[in-house]
Structures are given as C-alpha cells and as structure tokens.
C-alpha cells in the first residue's frame, strides 16, 4: 500500500475522528454526510448533487446505496458494516439494480446494456450518480444520444411516447397539488411511480410496436388515478355545499340574536 | 307547578340557584355604554373550549411519535370520519385564538381598561397571550411535517442567542442538540398538558380579578372618561342603571360568536390552506431544508426582528424590553384619563407600534 493510497483510506477515517471531536452539534445527521461536507475535491463534490436529488427528496441517503453505517463515525466504511463504496464500471447496472430491478433487466437485454464493459453506457452515462433526477422522456436528448450514436433512432422511440410522457407528467404536478392540500396522496403516489417505472422501462426498448402496446396498457392505469382525482373533486365539492350552508346559518343566527337583543334594549 | 319549575324549586332551596342568577346573571349590571370590543373575551372562551374539545378528538388518533406522528395526521385527515374538519378546527382555530387575543388586548389598550386598579387583569391577561403563544409553538410541532420540523428548529435556534445560558436552554427545550425525537416528547407534554391547565387555571384567575374589580367603563360617549379610583381602598366599580349581563349582553356576545363563527367556518370549508402552506404536508426531513421556511403569521415580526439586528442577542434583547415594557403598562402609563383621543402620546405610540408590528411582518414574510 503506497503513501496515496494509505492517504485515500485513512484521510476520510481522520477527519470523521475529528469532526466527531470537535462537534457533536450534527449528532442525528448521518456521519457520511458530517464528514464528506468538511471535504474538498471528489469527497465533498457529492454532497449538494445529492442533496438535489430525487434520491434525497425520497429519503434515499447514502448508506442505502454504498452501504456502510451512517451512524457509526469509526465504522461507518467498514466493509464488515456492508460498506460498498464505489462501484466499478461493469458493477453500476447491478449496483443500481438492487432498487431498479425492472429497468436492470431491460437495460441489460437492451442494446444498451449488451455494450457493457465494451464503451456502452451505463445508468451513470445518462442519469448521473449523485445528482440523479427524476428521469423524464427529455434525458433522450442528441446530446446525450449523439455522444455514442446518431439521435435518429432514439427520436423515433421518443415521439412514440410523448403523449404518456404528457400524461404522466400532469398527474404527477395534479399529485403534487392535492399533496400540498393535506390529501393522502401515498397510493395514488405508488401506483404512479409503478407506472412510470413501467413506462420507463420502455426507455430502453428499442421495439416501437412494443412501446406502443405498452402505452396502451399504461394509459388504462393513469385512467384509474385520473378516476381517483375525479372522486376527490367531487367530495370536495360536497364539503362547500355543506360550508355554505354552515357560514349561511350562524350568520342567520348572529342576525337573530342582534334583533333579540335589540327587542331587549 | 310545572314539572321543570318543581325541580328548579327543589334546587333553589337547597343551593339558592336564584340569588346566584339574579346577582351573577340578570342582577349583574354592565356599563350602558359597553360596545362590542367586550365580548372578546366570551369569543377567546369559546375558541379556547374547542381547541380542547377538538384537541382531545385528535388524541384519539394521534400518535406522539416520530416515526409515526406523521402518518397519524394523514390518517386523520384523509381516513377518520369528519378528522379533517376536527383537525382544521383545532389548526384554524389556534390562529384565529392569536387572532381574537390580539384584538381583545388591543381593545384593552385604546380604551384604557388596564389602568389601575386593573394590573392584576392586564397582567393575567398578558400572561395567557404569551401562554397561547407558546401553546401554538409546540403544537406547531407535533404533525412532525417539514414546516413544523424547520420552523421550530429556527424558533429554538433563537435562544441560543441567549448569553452564557443560550446553548443549555436550546438543549434543553430540544431535549438534544438538534430537534427530534426528543423534542416531539417535550413538546407534546408540554402541549397537551402543562400549557392547557395552565392556560385554564389563568383564564380562572384573570375572571376572578374581573369579578372582583367589575368591568371597565368604556370611555366612549361620556364628558368626563377619567379613571376616578386614588388607590383609597378596595373598590368594586359598579354600574348602576346599567344594562343587564342576562339577557342582553349575552345576547351582544351570542351574536359576536355566531359571526366569529361564520368568519371561522368560512375559512374551514372555503380557504383552509390559507394557514397551511405545502410543507406542512410533507414529512418531516432532517437531511433536507426547505427553501423558505417561515415562522407562523404571529410571529413574523419577531422572526425578522431577529434578522434585523445585526447580532440575534440584541435582537431578543429588543424583543424582551417590548415584551417587559407591554406586560408592565398599567405600572409605567399612570395617566387617569382614559379616552385614547385625548392621550396623544399614548396614540402615537400605539399607532406607530401596531404600524411597526405589521411592517415587520410583512417585511418578514416576503424577506
């Protein structure tokens, strides 16, 4: 083991040491992210990507991809605590996969994942590692796509699917709405993640007839979640109703005690 | 005899319940002036018992747990029969507590009710605004959302500002370095049970003081609206040939209420997101701080107090001496006369400190 290497190891060991000796002030935040935002270079150039994440906005932190114990500052890299660290090349489709089996599976039958090891892309090629996004139809972009090969393929399979992308989309911010609103929004939530997961599974097909055929199929679930938004609209239409009727009445009664109140006087 | 009035009879002979009626109710003569501004307090009553009706309803299914606490108000809301009307009463209904206690104190003040002999409301008074206060605090925590985790983080923060002691206090009310589950635990005690009975047992205080020093002559419509009382002895200020509590202020309050009322019911069932911006339905996230997180509308201006300053000590500082110069009034403003147009000064303060107080906020909200 040379100097650098030796460095490499122990560097993020000591400064986890310090960091927890000379501040206890972030107890409850993981020690992953303590000791990784005291760093410059690589170490610390991963936090905010993250931090801006749909990993982060779903709760994913660091430990649930790399492993390791986010509460244990000594320990917290020990491969004995499940530490993975960096994934190698060939290892990221499998690496993602624990998570994303579906698209793992699609991804690797595809052409895509057929070029694994040999220049193709992996899931980091398109979506990033840290600051992964929700992935949309406009990750299939000619920047992306012209990087290895020409777009025309890759916009022909995009059209094909622009109009469940629409779809999915407005669901997705109407979600949101209600969900800023107080409406449990949790199943309505899963079954659309479900469907946008099957849906970009398809992201990765290369077969037009069987993307269209899926969409199809997919359609008919964002039909269901669309019913769902129309039986949430109608009860809130009742409450108003009965609101109206509420506000209407103890008006009625503060007039009826004010002309009591003046016969009294 | 009626069967009704044979059962008043026999409780009356055993109680008196009519000389208590005739002296507490239809004997009970008020001001003849008395205005509207009164029955404030009958309001902040009503409020204060729904806030305890609908807060025990949400015991019912609410679980004081982090992992959990969340989840429960989502349940609540969504899946428990009428929980979403039990638990915007009770969010809706501590605001516009704030609301009415500031309209009630402000009444007090522009119509001089808190000169002596009356400390002893005004300080009871005082006490309980700043009881609600805090009562709104900790319960702005408890849906454990991201709103009520962030904004009481800031709130906590604050005292840290405090010289020698801040940090211990901020640990202290956190029951740990940062907030968690620790300070849901603290909080909702503190919510539930100690700020509530401390609050009823005050409000017992603050109306045993009204029955013993009677109620204020409103200084409207009289030549002369000075305050007559020297300090020569105890002195129960009554109103002859006043007009009666029962029926007819009961009425004025009866009527007070069912506006408050249509005023609150509005709000439930026409804009009641207007208190609840959208993280306040997302669970709280210790790895992820909101863009902009703001305190509650009532405490705005103290919030930006604090920016203003260029160290948060000497804002608190500042915040403190108005609080001890407000709770201490009737002690500093000795003046007798009690009309606010004829006490210039006293006008120009509290229009230039209500003025203050609402730049503040708005300042605060959109800064």
Not at chain 1, 21 to 36: F, G, I, K
Not at chain 2, 97 to 112: K, Q
Not at chain 2, 317 to 327: E, I, K, M, N, W
Request: proline share 5%; charged share 15%; with cysteine.
């Amino acid at each position: 083991m040379n100097i650098r290497q030796l460095t490499c190891r122990c560097l993020p060991l000591l400064l986890t040491l310090l960091f927890q000796a000379v501040s206890v002030a972030a107890q409850n935040r993981p020690v992953c992210l303590q000791c990784h935002e005291s760093q410059t270079g690589r170490g610390g150039a991963v936090v905010k990507p993250w931090q801006g994440s749909v990993h982060a906005e779903n709760g994913i932190g660091c430990q649930n991809c790399h492993g390791g114990d986010p509460n244990d500052p000594v320990n917290a890299m020990d491969p004995s605590r499940g530490f993975l660290g960096v994934p190698g090349e060939t290892a990221i489709p499998s690496f993602c996969g624990r998570c994303h089996v579906g698209i793992r599976d699609e991804y690797l039958q595809s052409a895509h994942g057929r070029a694994l090891g040999r220049g193709g892309p992996t899931c980091v090629t398109c979506h990033g590692s840290h600051d992964v996004k929700r992935a949309t139809l406009s990750i299939i972009n000619e920047k992306n796509c012209a990087r290895c090969h020409a777009y025309a393929p890759a916009a022909e399979l995009k059209n094909a699917m622009v109009q469940t992308e629409k779809r999915i989309e407005t669901i997705d911010e109407r979600l949101k709405v209600y969900k800023g609103e107080g409406v449990d929004t949790e199943a309505r939530e899963k079954a659309l993640f479900s469907t946008r997961n099957r849906y970009h599974r398809l992201f990765h097909e290369v077969d037009t007839a069987k993307v269209t055929g899926e969409s199809a199929q997919i359609d008919a679930e964002l039909d269901k979640i669309q019913q769902d938004f129309g039986r949430i609209n109608a009860e809130r239409q009742k409450r108003k109703i009965i609101g109206a009727g509420a506000v209407s009445g103890a008006f009625l009664a503060a007039l009826f005690f004010h002309l009591l109140r003046k016969t009294y006087d | 005899m009626s069967f009704l009035k044979r059962i008043y009879r026999w409780i009356d002979v055993r109680i008196g319940a009519g000389e208590l009626v005739e002296k507490e109710l239809t004997g009970y003569l008020l001001p003849r002036n008395i205005n509207v501004w009164y029955s404030m307090g009958s309001i902040l009553l009503v409020i204060f018992t729904i806030q305890v009706a609908t807060g025990i309803l949400l015991l019912v299914y609410y679980v004081p747990d982090a992992d959990k606490a969340f989840h429960s108000i989502t349940f609540i809301m969504n899946n428990v029969p009428f929980g979403w009307l039990i638990r915007l009463c009770h969010a809706v209904g501590s605001n516009m507590m704030v609301l009415i206690l500031f309209c009630h104190m402000l009444s007090v003040l522009f119509m001089g009710s808190y000169k002596s002999p009356r400390e002893l409301n005004w300080l009871s008074g005082f006490t309980l605004f700043l009881l609600v206060l805090a009562l709104s605090l900790t319960g702005y925590l408890l849906p454990w959302s991201q709103l009520s985790f962030w904004a009481t983080t800031v709130a906590t923060n604050s005292v840290g500002a405090i010289p020698y002691v801040g940090g211990f206090l901020v640990e202290f009310l956190r029951g740990g370095k940062l907030v968690g589950p620790a300070t849901l635990g603290r909080f909702f005690a503190l919510h539930v049970v100690l700020i509530p009975s401390t609050i009823a047992a005050v409000i017992g205080a603050h109306l045993f003081f009204l029955q013993r020093t009677g109620v204020s002559t409103p200084p409207f419509g009289l030549d002369d609206s000075k305050n007559r009382w020297q300090g020569e002895g105890y002195r129960y200020e009554s109103h002859p040939g006043g007009i009666p509590f029962f029926p007819n202020y009961v009425l004025q309050d009866m009527t007070s209420i069912a506006v408050y009322f249509a005023f609150f019911l509005g709000v439930i069932f026409f804009a009641p997101h207007v208190f609840f911006p959208a993280d306040a339905f997302v669970p709280a996230n210790p790895f992820q701080t909101p863009d902009h997180i703001k305190p509650e509308w009532y405490f705005l201006a103290n919030y930006q107090t604090l920016k203003i300053f260029p160290s948060e000590f000497l804002g608190l500082a500042v915040q403190g001496a108005v609080t001890a110069f407000l709770a201490l009034l009737p002690f500093i403003d000795r003046g007798a006369e009690k009309h606010p147009l004829k006490r210039p000064l006293f006008m120009v303060c509290a229009v230039g400190g209500i003025l203050l107080y609402l730049a503040l906020m708005i300042w605060g909200h959109y800064s």
